[in-house]
């Protein structure tokens, strides 16, 4: 079983450049979510997604976008590289409300901006 | 506002002791508690849940953990360390009604386990 599948593995951008983190799940989850991860600070929430055509801002929104276009994937743009932008990006689905179900989680993209 | 805490950023243990990890959590209504593990450059795994049901939550490779309400704790532990067991470890609350992406999670603690 793949479960979800992130890629790149690893990235290196300059500032300003643009990328799309892409986010890939084959376990017809409806919900779906971007964390950035950075040391000793666990995992904040960027965006999520509670079905297709739906997405909605966690924690950390600022500098990214996201859109949902089918159940499947969820990329996570970045418009202008900021240095502030390094970190490890996890993607995760479940496949209810989230509230009592485990999130499954890709195993990161891990991106430094210079 | 929810929160967890998670006490000790580090944990050493020998091979074959008890491992007990920390986790204290804020909610103002009822949570349910997650313990995750990710190993090194892969993403988290779920260990175990809890849900309401029993307050002693068993889960993958031989770990558990009991919810204690009074303490508003969720600590995982288990009784003899493996070496397979070195990675970091990550309590998480959320709780009915909350926003849909409200999984709050801890920053972490990672074990160490010595031969």
């Known amino acids: 079983n793949a479960g979800v599948t992130q890629t790149p593995k690893f990235r290196i951008l300059k500032i300003g450049q643009s990328m799309t983190l892409q986010c890939t799940q084959d376990m017809n989850h409806n919900y779906m979510y971007w964390y950035r991860q950075d040391p000793g600070m666990g995992l904040k929430l960027i965006y999520y997604s509670v079905g297709a055509g739906i997405t909605d801002k966690g924690e950390v929104p600022n500098g990214y976008n996201v859109s949902r276009s089918t159940t499947e994937d969820f990329p996570l743009r970045l418009e202008l590289a900021a240095p502030s932008q390094t970190s490890v990006y996890f993607c995760a689905s479940s496949y209810d409300a989230g509230w009592d179900q485990p999130q499954h989680f890709g195993d990161g993209t891990r991106l430094s901006i210079l | 506002a929810q929160s967890v805490t998670q006490l000790g950023s580090h944990v050493s243990v020998s091979e074959g002791a008890l491992v007990l990890l920390r986790c204290n959590y804020s909610s103002s209504v009822p949570p349910y508690l997650f313990w995750y593990v990710q190993y090194p450059n892969q993403g988290l795994q779920l260990l175990l849940k809890?849900?309401?049901?029993?307050?002693l939550v068993k889960g993958i490779n031989g770990f558990e953990a009991e919810f204690k309400k009074s303490e508003t704790s969720f600590h995982l532990s288990k009784p003899s360390a493996h070496m397979s067991d070195a990675a970091e470890y990550f309590c998480?609350?959320?709780?009915?009604?909350?926003?849909?992406?409200?999984?709050?999670f801890g920053k972490g603690t990672k074990l160490s386990v010595k031969p």
């Open positions: 998480a609350v959320s709780h009915y009604g909350g926003s849909q992406g409200n999984l709050i």
């Open positions: 809890y849900t309401s049901a029993a307050t």
